[in-house]
């Protein structure tokens, strides 16, 4: 079964400028304007980081959340020209941030240096978006369970407080490409994430995002799935009407 509340998360990746905000709060006007269903889901919204304080402090009394989208593993300060810690980010009053996306991944974060940045945003008391998924080729070779598996494994372990992960599983050749898992493919992979999270923390289980292409027409086919406990949103997320569109479809 899929936690109750469902995740509708937007990922900006390199996108937006301070008159972005607008964007955000014509999110929050659909939210508060939804009263039949607004209280089934989140939204949350990781612009840049040029972006997050001025959204953060802008979005601090409303009802959407705003995430990062990387950080880097070790320290609070130092001498890593360019990168900014989970320590700098908390301070900004950011709650949530994205780890281990696949195009971070394609730019060096291995999963030794994610195990890193997770434990260190937990330790920040951040709500990590911790991301996982096979590409072409390990798809092609029928190697994504075993994937999956590894990525999760590498980086989580039951000393980590479960209550502040959330899982993102994205194919890699998925994203922003309109290709889509089937129905039944997408399911067996979340059930399959789903029982490897319960070996690792016994309680409770993180809930298991999906990521890929999601946009106000594919989001008929997920919605069937029960096991997808909300959607990371690339693309779609940076225009108003696309993703409130999604949201609107999933509950139609
Ligand atoms: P698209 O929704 O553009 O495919 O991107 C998905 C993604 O990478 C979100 O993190």
Not at 137 to 148: Q, Y
Not at 190 to 201: A, E, R, T
Not at 222 to 232: A, P
Request: net charge positive; with cysteine.
């Amino acid at each position: 079964m899929a936690n109750s509340i469902r995740y509708f998360v937007g990922n900006w990746k390199m996108f937006g400028v301070p008159s972005s905000y607008s964007i955000i709060e014509k999110f929050e006007s659909h939210f508060r304007k939804d009263k039949k269903n607004n209280k089934k889901y989140k939204i949350i919204i990781a612009p840049p980081h040029t972006l997050l304080q001025d959204f953060s402090q802008k979005f601090k009394y409303k009802k959407i959340s705003i995430s990062a989208q990387n950080c880097h593993y070790k320290d609070n300060f130092g001498a890593h020209t360019g990168h900014i810690s989970p320590y700098m980010i908390s301070k900004l009053g950011v709650k949530y941030i994205i780890l281990g996306h696949s195009e971070n991944r394609a730019s060096g974060d291995t999963d030794s240096i994610i195990k890193q940045k997770v434990e260190l945003a937990l330790k920040n008391n951040f709500v990590v978006i911790f991301c996982i998924g096979e590409n072409k080729l390990e798809k092609r070779k029928n190697r994504t369970l075993n994937v999956l598996k590894k990525q999760l494994h590498n980086v989580l372990n039951k000393k980590l407080n479960e209550k502040n992960i959330i899982i993102a599983y994205e194919p890699v050749w998925s994203i922003g490409t309109g290709k889509l898992p089937t129905s039944a493919e997408l399911a067996h992979s979340i059930n399959y994430i789903k029982s490897n999270l319960s070996k690792i923390f016994k309680k409770r289980i993180p809930p298991v995002l999906y990521g890929g292409s999601v946009d106000s027409n594919s989001i008929y086919l997920f919605k069937n799935i029960s096991v997808i406990d909300g959607f990371l949103i690339g693309g779609a997320s940076k225009s108003p009407k696309n993703f409130i569109d999604i949201i609107k479809n999933f509950y139609k």
